[in-house]
């Protein structure tokens, strides 16, 4: 049985061609990055998807008790485990340049490869298991 993959072609919104809640959060990422990621354009077609995944992003990075480099390995491995290239890069620039990811890690998370730290490589297996079993 083949996989469908269900896509929606809403178009890109930027902050001039919105109102109200969504054109907020476009300016919200924009002055805290300093650009509105084509993600958050895209995802702001439903103001409240887009509010949801910022809140649970924030909740992640502040609450989860992990350090910034186990956050990455976080999202690497979630990002490889779904084949976005976008998310591997986006993650792989905050990893190298933010949260410090250790080089030998980073390029064995963006190349699929044995990590050569035993806890992150843990972590990389156990973020993988709950993304394909759905948290089962």
Do not use: W
């Not at 929606?8 to 930027?14: H, K």
């Not at 300016?27 to 993600?39: C, D, I, N, S």
């Not at 008790?65 to 591997?88: D, K, W």
């Amino acid at each position: 049985m083949t996989a469908t993959i269900a896509k929606l072609d809403l178009p890109s919104q930027t902050i001039e061609s919105t109102s109200g809640k969504a054109r907020e959060m476009l300016e919200t990422a924009k002055a805290r990055l300093g650009f509105v990621p084509k993600m958050y354009a895209n995802m702001v077609n439903s103001p409240g998807l887009l509010e949801t995944y910022l809140v649970g992003y924030e909740r992640f990075r502040q609450d989860s008790g992990f350090t910034s480099t186990e956050q990455e390995v976080v999202f690497l491995a979630i990002s490889r485990f779904h084949h976005c290239t976008y998310c591997m890069a986006a993650h792989s620039m905050i990893a190298d340049k933010m949260s410090k990811v250790p080089g030998p890690v980073l390029d064995a998370l963006r190349q699929d490869k044995a990590i050569p730290d035993a806890k992150l490589a843990a972590l990389s297996t156990f973020a993988h298991l709950m993304v394909e079993s759905r948290g089962f």
